[in-house]
């Protein structure tokens, strides 16, 4: 059975980092794109990255381009997105999500992290 | 970037109701769009690929049509696990874009 599962929640002050995961199992790790999905507070989906921890190749969306990083280990099939100075405006839900054979759309979902930004 | 409009953004209706819900794209995707449900409190799931395509183990009451720029979410019979929000996604062209969502609540 194909399984994202996602650390658990966060609560941060602003300006502080925060790098959260999301360990694959169930498939061949390196061989699926893993993708990060932002949800902030009763609104929709914002794609903002997408790694394929093969070779760590690694796409951002222009509007979250050089605001995360994503990451990943694949000899323990984990990925990664990460923050070096969070704002108030980060406070989401992060999903992170495969990359389907058919192409950029996702099969599976991680059950989310919550991120809370505030002082 | 893409941008998807879907309408309505909400609407009320009554199990076994047959419910349409549309997704427009601001230039054309071919058929390049996704289909996702989402339960209050749960991460999203797949419905639909390829704008017809069902994803394994989605039940037949759903269907999705579509090409071009306008497409289409059908569920022929609303059952009462159908309550939820659904997002359109197109994956023509980076970034991948998604729907502001629709919300199917009991009338």
């Known amino acids: 059975e194909v399984q994202l599962v996602q650390s658990g929640a966060e609560v941060k002050k602003p300006g502080e980092s925060l790098k959260i995961s999301c360990k694959g199992s169930g498939y061949s790790f390196t061989s699926y794109w893993i993708g990060w999905v932002r949800q902030m507070p009763g609104k929709g989906l914002e794609w903002m990255g997408i790694i394929y921890p093969g070779d760590s190749d690694t796409r951002y969306s222009p509007s979250f381009q050089g605001q995360v990083t994503i990451s990943a280990d694949k000899s323990i099939s984990t990925a990664y997105l990460q923050w070096s100075s969070l704002k108030a405006s980060d406070t989401a839900m992060y999903y992170c999500?495969?990359?389907?054979?058919?192409?950029?759309?996702?099969?599976?979902w991680g059950q989310g992290t919550l991120v809370t930004v505030s002082s | 970037a893409i941008r998807m409009t879907q309408s309505p953004s909400s609407l009320s209706a009554s199990t076994g109701d047959r419910v349409t819900i549309t997704c427009r794209a601001s230039q054309g995707i071919s058929s390049y769009l996704a289909w996702y449900q989402q339960k209050p409190g749960k991460a999203p799931k797949l419905l639909i690929y390829a704008a017809s395509t069902l994803q394994s183990g989605v039940p037949s009451r759903f269907s999705g049509s579509g090409s071009g720029t306008d497409f289409t979410l059908t569920i022929s019979c609303l059952q009462s696990e159908d309550f939820a929000t659904y997002y359109c996604?197109?994956?023509?062209?980076?970034?991948?874009?998604f729907g502001q969502g629709t919300k199917v609540e009991i009338k």
């Open positions: 999500v495969r990359r389907s054979y058919a192409g950029d759309l996702f099969d599976y």
């Open positions: 996604q197109q994956y023509y062209s980076y970034p991948p874009t």
